[in-house]
């Protein structure tokens, strides 16, 4: 079995922050989110959750530790696989992922 060296377990492993926070919380997919999980577009914070609502869905999506896992794990079986591709790939992500982050912890 191959272990990334560190300089590619960095990258992955912001990558993999990435993925998370694209399919957890970025906007850009709040409404397959929403759709996933059967949650109404026109639903508010502080309304009844609808019927159909798929809770443990939704707490899995949101979970870093649940979801987070899943990512890691798919992207480090493509890393096995593909290592050269996958890190380049995956470069895009790790920097995108700094850039949120030092805007997150600059802003404090």
Known sequence: MKIPDWWAFAILALASFRLWRLAAEDEIFQIPRRKLVRLPAEWQEGELIPEGYRIELAKFISCPWCLGLHISVVLWL??????????????????????????YFSSE
């Not at 493509?78 to 805007?103: C, D, F, K, N, R």
């Open 78 to 103: 493509l890393w096995l696989w593909q290592p050269e591709w996958i890190t380049g790939l995956s470069v895009p992500l790790a920097l995108s992922a700094v850039v949120g982050l030092v805007e």
